[in-house]
């Protein structure tokens, strides 16, 4: 996914979230990340270390508030089989965003977090 041509959301939608990160690089992020929420959907791809990587189509429900919950839905390699959701706080989600984000401007990856996998998987909570 092209990340390039993706516009801040208005400063408006992005003060609702500030609140929630005290970190400057995040902040900086956070109007990507909001703008990144607003379009509901993403393709990227899961890294698999020592293996080729696995495409996936994530999607989630979007709100403007952020303790409401959102419910994302992964789904990899087009197989339904392979279908999975997490809910969590808007706010928390846009942290996963955040973090995708960043992770890319690094790897030139789109990928969410170790973190949120575990948190798809139901192996341990973020909070």
């Known amino acids: 996914m092209d990340f390039s041509q ?3 959301a208005p400063k408006q939608a992005v003060s609702v979230y500030l609140p929630y990160y005290s970190q400057q690089n995040k902040r900086q992020v956070l109007p ?7 379009k509901a959907a993403l393709e ?3 890294r698999i270390e020592g293996g080729e990587s696995v495409p996936f189509v994530a999607s989630w429900f979007v709100s ?9 839905r992964i789904q990899f ?3 339904s089989e392979l279908d999975y959701e997490v809910t969590m706080a808007n706010h ?3 942290e996963c965003l955040i973090e995708l984000l960043i992770n890319h401007k690094r790897l030139k990856v789109t990928d969410f977090s170790q973190s949120f996998y575990r948190r798809l998987l139901q192996y341990e909570d973020l909070g």
């Open 32 to 38: 990507f990340a909001i703008a990144l929420y607003q």
């Open 64 to 72: 403007n508030l952020p303790a409401e919950m959102t419910r994302c």
């Open 44 to 46: 990227g791809s899961r």
């Open 92 to 94: 928390e989600f846009i």
């Open 77 to 79: 390699d087009g197989n």
């Open 6 to 8: 993706l516009a801040p």
